[in-house]
């Protein structure tokens, strides 16, 4: 029985704080809306991975890279502020950049898709970075970058060194 109350419970946690984080607000009414659309939210989760609709498997040594997402937020932010005042100001003229970066995609199992969606998720979560595409079978990244300085932070959030 417990057994198959963790996984919804997961799915209801996940989902209760990313509705937190969306409207930024804990008011009891925010509260309830947010326990009722979790739970809803984990049920059709659930239902969909047993019966075989989603094929993520989660590796919880992946946590402790995600520690650094919210400094990585603020950073650039910051750079990306600065660069606008930057604009504003006329003494900055310039575009972003694509960039390829080479990375071990993994194949079609259901730990590497996962492993593909969280990295796309982490690096579009900083505001410096836009994942463009993910090729699985070249094993690369496709991303737009605002501002150059961001190298530092994109090797964080891929967890590369």
């Known amino acids: 029985m417990i057994a198959s109350v963790r996984p919804w419970f997961g799915w209801w946690a996940a989902g209760f704080v990313f509705y937190l984080l969306l409207v930024w607000n804990i008011a009891p ?3 309830a809306a947010g326990t009722i659309v979790a739970a809803f939210a984990a049920t059709l989760a659930e239902l ?3 019966n075989g609709l989603a094929h993520f498997d989660f590796d919880v040594h992946w946590l402790p ?3 650094v997402l919210p400094a990585l937020v603020v950073k650039d932010t910051g750079l990306l502020a600065i660069t606008l005042w930057q604009q504003v100001r006329g003494t900055r003229v310039g575009a972003g950049e694509w960039r390829v970066i ?3 995609t993994g194949g079609k ?3 590497s898709a996962l492993r593909r969606a969280l ?5 579009t979560v900083t505001p410096n970075d836009f994942v463009v595409g993910i090729d ?3 094993d690369y990244l496709l991303l737009y970058r605002l501002r150059e300085d961001g190298e530092r932070s994109l090797r964080k959030t891929l967890g590369r060194r």
Do not use: G, Q
């Open 29 to 31: 009414a925010e509260l």
């Open 48 to 50: 969909a991975r047993r």
């Open 65 to 67: 890279r995600a520690r």
């Open 102 to 104: 080479e990375w071990r």
């Open 109 to 111: 199992d259901a730990r």
């Open 119 to 123: 990295v796309n998720l982490a690096v």
């Open 136 to 138: 699985a079978e070249e």
